[in-house]
């Protein structure tokens, strides 16, 4: 067979298995179908398909069909993370800002801690951080993982669950959204390579400049131009980021978030958004599970994301908790909005992925990593389904304030 056809067969695999475990399973309670896709990334990968069928793995996702679908996996995540970074409303986050800021920095600061712990531990034993990794990247990253909140999958689930338009649904979208900002923020400060300082500085300094001449042509062009002219910009700045060190997702981020959504019809953006998620996500996906491993031990492996896994969902209840006790929320908002601030998918995987090309984490972490965001995802319509249906029922939604 060509090459051709072994990717087209690899891309058969990709669509097809995830979408009839999905359908026939019925599993959009508690996996929706991005979540059934990553699953189904890490078991055609290596440490499943890969161990029982070695020789049809190696003959179907060879180097060369690999780099195939890593190329497209690159485009699919680059528009994926532009798009991320449009939708932060930062107007939003300022005018709410004392409530904003308090409980982002409650759910986000106490998981990282909670997540480093979990990494001291497991520096104790071999095989876990990277080989270029120092400690302190290795504890960071780790316990910024931990605390992710992944804000596309987030807008999934409330859709989901019918609040996003809600008042409850903006505030949670709020929190999420400075959230993110800080999560990028320490990803830039644990890609900092001081053998090239120079150069990211360069960076920085550019993409400031270029982003006052940007917005400037942005606000002035036709509607018609301006995603053409986007998606020039988002290249630049992935390329000027992989070129300083800083990874080409932190360059798609900064391109994104100095965007503004209203440049774009909402239609429109819902729509490549969608059609990202649908097209080419899945591809990422595959890619993701292909480096997937198990070679400290499947038990190791699942009890690294058992102890992840715990650090994260406690981590941001613990948050959004003591945010409400500070804020005076109504008792069942702190719960719900800390479950739902716990989901995590595809940013935390972009993260790990970072984390995992830098040689920061191992593969064996990286594979706990993406367990333990499944796990974190899977879990959050079951628990939070319960809460907002009392919730609703006794009128707290109605009565939060915006």
């Given at each position: 067979?060509?090459t051709t056809?072994?990717?087209?067969?690899?891309?058969l695999?990709?669509f097809?298995?995830?979408?009839?475990?999905?359908?026939?399973?019925?599993?959009?309670y508690?996996?929706?179908?991005?979540?059934?896709?990553?699953?189904?990334?890490?078991?055609?990968?290596p440490?499943?398909?890969?161990?029982?069928?070695?020789?049809?793995?190696?003959?179907?996702f060879?180097?060369d069909v690999?780099?195939?679908?890593?190329?497209?996996?690159q485009?699919g995540?680059?528009l994926?993370v532009?798009?991320a970074?449009?939708?932060?409303?930062?107007?939003?986050?300022?005018?709410?800002?004392?409530e904003?800021?308090?409980?982002?920095g409650?759910?986000?600061?106490i998981p990282?801690v909670?997540?480093?712990g979990a990494?001291?531990?497991?520096?104790?034993?071999?095989g876990?951080?990277g080989?270029k990794?120092a400690?302190?990247q290795?504890?960071?990253g780790?316990?910024?993982?931990c605390a992710?909140?992944?804000l596309?999958?987030?807008?999934?689930?409330?859709e989901?669950?019918?609040?996003?338009?809600?008042?409850?649904?903006?505030r949670?979208?709020?929190?999420?959204s400075?959230?993110?900002?800080?999560?990028?923020?320490?990803?830039?400060?644990?890609?900092?390579?001081?053998?090239?300082?120079?150069?990211?500085?360069?960076?920085?300094l550019?993409f400031?400049?270029?982003?006052f001449?940007?917005?400037r042509?942005?606000?002035?062009?036709?509607?018609?131009?301006?995603?053409?002219?986007?998606?020039?910009w988002l290249?630049?700045?992935a390329?000027g980021?992989?070129?300083?060190g800083?990874?080409?997702?932190v360059?798609?981020?900064?391109?994104?978030?100095?965007?503004?959504?209203?440049?774009?019809?909402?239609e429109q953006?819902?729509g490549?958004?969608?059609?990202?998620?649908?097209?080419l996500m899945?591809?990422?996906?595959?890619?993701?599970?292909?480096?997937?491993?198990?070679?400290?031990?499947g038990?190791s492996?699942?009890?690294?994301?058992?102890l992840?896994?715990?650090?994260?969902?406690?981590?941001?209840l613990?948050?959004?908790?003591?945010?409400g006790?500070?804020?005076?929320?109504?008792?069942g908002?702190?719960?719900?909005?800390g479950?739902?601030?716990?989901?995590?998918g595809?940013?935390?995987i972009?993260f790990?992925?970072?984390l995992?090309?830098?040689?920061?984490?191992t593969?064996?972490?990286?594979?706990?990593?993406?367990?333990?965001?499944?796990?974190s995802?899977m879990?959050?319509?079951?628990a939070?389904h319960?809460?907002l249906?009392?919730?609703q029922?006794?009128?707290?939604l109605?009565q939060?304030?915006?």
């Amino acid at each position: 067979m060509s090459t051709t056809e072994i990717f087209l067969l690899a891309m058969l695999l990709i669509f097809v298995a995830p979408y009839l475990v999905w359908r026939i399973f019925r599993t959009d309670y508690f996996a929706p179908l991005a979540i059934v896709q990553i699953i189904m990334g890490i078991v055609l990968g290596p440490g499943v398909i890969g161990a029982f069928f070695p020789e049809y793995h190696k003959f179907v996702f060879n180097p060369d069909v690999v780099k195939t679908l890593n190329g497209v996996a690159q485009w699919g995540v680059m528009l994926f993370v532009m798009l991320a970074g449009i939708e932060l409303d930062l107007k939003k986050v300022w005018r709410y800002r004392r409530e904003s800021a308090t409980t982002a920095g409650l759910s986000l600061g106490i998981p990282l801690v909670f997540g480093c712990g979990a990494a001291l531990l497991l520096l104790n034993y071999p095989g876990w951080i990277g080989p270029k990794g120092a400690a302190w990247q290795f504890m960071l990253g780790t316990g910024m993982a931990c605390a992710v909140t992944a804000l596309p999958v987030l807008v999934l689930l409330m859709e989901k669950l019918d609040i996003l338009r809600q008042p409850m649904g903006q505030r949670i979208l709020r929190y999420a959204s400075l959230d993110d900002v800080a999560i990028w923020g320490v990803l830039a400060l644990i890609m900092l390579d001081w053998e090239r300082v120079g150069r990211q500085a360069s960076f920085l300094l550019a993409f400031a400049v270029l982003t006052f001449g940007y917005r400037r042509l942005m606000a002035r062009l036709p509607k018609a131009d301006r995603w053409y002219v986007a998606l020039i910009w988002l290249i630049a700045c992935a390329f000027g980021a992989d070129w300083a060190g800083l990874h080409f997702m932190v360059g798609a981020f900064l391109a994104g978030v100095v965007m503004d959504a209203d440049w774009f019809e909402q239609e429109q953006l819902d729509g490549l958004f969608k059609n990202v998620l649908l097209v080419l996500m899945p591809v990422f996906f595959l890619s993701t599970g292909l480096r997937t491993k198990w070679d400290l031990g499947g038990y190791s492996v699942f009890f690294a994301a058992g102890l992840l896994l715990f650090a994260s969902v406690g981590g941001k209840l613990a948050g959004a908790h003591i945010a409400g006790r500070m804020l005076g929320w109504k008792p069942g908002e702190a719960s719900i909005i800390g479950w739902l601030l716990q989901t995590k998918g595809l940013i935390e995987i972009i993260f790990a992925n970072i984390l995992l090309d830098k040689a920061i984490i191992t593969p064996e972490t990286f594979t706990a990593l993406l367990l333990m965001a499944a796990g974190s995802t899977m879990l959050t319509i079951p628990a939070v389904h319960p809460k907002l249906s009392r919730a609703q029922h006794s009128g707290l939604l109605e009565q939060a304030s915006s």
